[in-house]
C-alpha cells in the first residue's frame, strides 16, 4: 500500500469517476517509482484553463490539460514522516475535451484517463518538446493507457515509432 495522496477537484461537478481518474495517476507514479507521491487534479471549466495558458505559457487560446510541477516545493515536513512528496497540479479542461473526444468519436472517460497519464508524466519531468522527448512520452502514454484498458484508438501514435 502506499501513502500517496491524490486529490480530485471537480470545480464544475462535471460527470466523472473520480476513482478512475486516481487509477491512472496512481499507475502513472507507480511506473516510475514514484508510488508515495502526491498530485492534485482539478477538472475545470474551458474558460479557467485558457486564461491559465495565457499567464503561464503566453498562449491565448483553449487547451485539454496543463501541468504545473511541484518543483520548487519543499519536502515533507520531519515531523510528518510518512506525508507523501507534493509533485504538482493538473488542469483538465472538461467541456474542451468533452468536444475534442465528441470530435473525434472517443470515448470522454477513456480521453480523460489519456490526459490524467499525459499530465501525470508531466509532473514526473516527461516532455514532448523534441521527437526524441515526445518519443520516450508517448511509449510511456502508451503502455499505461494500455494497461488501464484506454481504446487503443484513443492513444497518439507517432509515425515511425518502434514497438520495442
Do not use: K
Not at 519536502?75 to 475534442?100: F, H, K, L, N, Q
Not at 515526445?134 to 484506454?150: E, F, K, S
Amino acid at each position: 500500500m502506499t501513502n500517496e495522496a491524490i486529490e480530485i477537484q471537480n470545480d464544475g461537478g462535471y460527470p466523472v469517476s473520480a476513482d478512475a481518474l486516481i487509477d491512472a495517476a496512481r499507475a502513472t507514479l507507480a511506473q516510475h517509482n514514484a508510488a508515495g507521491c502526491s498530485l492534485t487534479l482539478v477538472i475545470s471549466d474551458s474558460a479557467t484553463v485558457q486564461d491559465l495558458n495565457r499567464q503561464f505559457r503566453g498562449v491565448d487560446a483553449p487547451t485539454d490539460v496543463l501541468s504545473f510541477p511541484a518543483d520548487d516545493m519543499p519536502p515533507a515536513p520531519d515531523d510528518v514522516p510518512d506525508s507523501p512528496r507534493y509533485v504538482g497540479d493538473i488542469i483538465i479542461a472538461y467541456p474542451y475535451t468533452a468536444a475534442a473526444a465528441q470530435r473525434a468519436g472517443h470515448d470522454i472517460a477513456g480521453t480523460l484517463t489519456l490526459l490524467t497519464v499525459h499530465g501525470t508524466l508531466h509532473l514526473l519531468g516527461f516532455d514532448h518538446d523534441t521527437d526524441a522527448n515526445r518519443a520516450v512520452m508517448w511509449r510511456h502514454q502508451r503502455d499505461i493507457c494500455a494497461a488501464l484498458g484506454v481504446a487503443e484508438a484513443i492513444i497518439p501514435t507517432l509515425e515511425g515509432l518502434d514497438d520495442d
